[in-house]
């Protein structure tokens, strides 16, 4: 079974600062996907970023990027220059055989 | 563009009644999900369905029982609820390239047992 962890429960930085989430995950599967989603106060869940198992090249999507290292099994989201909006609980997931599997969340606060 | 809906978005229960949360998509996914989502504890998956008609156990299935009689819906049903299942419930959808695009999900009904 896929597993998900999420070590930091909550986080906090200043706006603008750079900040580092840490997702790590333990699978057998060769073929997999991995993101991470944003969840506000709304409550709803949101695609930040994806990567596939297979690429080496990490993935970027304008302030956020993923440090992606296959044999350590380590996934993290770092978020540039952090703005207000970024506020939120942030979900690692796991994806084989079309099921997400979740880690635990982190609450990210940006503080003004 | 509704996406995924869910009703309803807010409901209180007593322990022993029966309740069903609906969920429709309007994009013509194959595969749909139930997840709860309990704070510490991220999103479990409770039930899943791979077309119309079908439908499997996730992680956290006791409890809860599902129907997809029709392909834009998934329906999930508390038969005799428990204060347990004070929860906050997701439905989600996707097509066969969900590897691509994740889930598209439900904005969540909070349920809460008393």
């Known amino acids: 079974a896929q597993t998900v962890t999420q070590s930091q429960p909550e986080m906090s930085v200043q706006e603008a600062e750079t900040v580092t989430l840490s997702c790590t995950y333990d699978t057998s599967e060769n073929n997999y996907y991995l993101f991470w989603y944003k969840q506000p106060p709304s409550r709803q869940m949101i695609l930040v970023i994806r990567?596939?198992?297979?690429?080496?090249q990490n993935a970027t999507e304008n302030r956020f990027s993923v440090n992606f290292q296959k044999a350590a099994k380590s996934f993290s989201l770092k978020i540039s220059d952090s703005q207000l909006g970024d506020t939120a609980m942030y979900f690692c997931?796991?994806?084989?055989?079309?099921?997400?599997?979740f880690g635990q969340g982190t609450r990210l606060t940006i503080n003004p | 563009n509704a996406g995924v809906t869910q009703t309803p978005k807010f409901r209180v229960l007593k322990t022993g009644q029966s309740m069903t949360l609906l969920c429709a998509q309007d994009m013509n996914h194959e595969y749909m999900y139930w997840y709860r989502q309990d704070p510490g504890m991220g999103l479990r998956l409770i039930h899943y369905s791979v077309g119309e008609g079908t439908t499997a156990k996730g992680e956290v299935p006791d409890g809860y029982n599902v129907s997809r009689l029709k392909k834009q819906n998934f329906l999930l049903g508390l038969e005799s609820a428990a204060p347990s299942q004070t929860s906050v419930y997701f439905c989600a959808s996707s097509n066969s390239r969900a590897s691509n695009y994740g889930y598209t999900f439900g904005s969540g009904t909070r349920l809460t047992v008393v």
């Open positions: 990567q596939e198992a297979y690429k080496q």
């Open positions: 997931a796991f994806m084989a055989a079309q099921k997400l599997v």
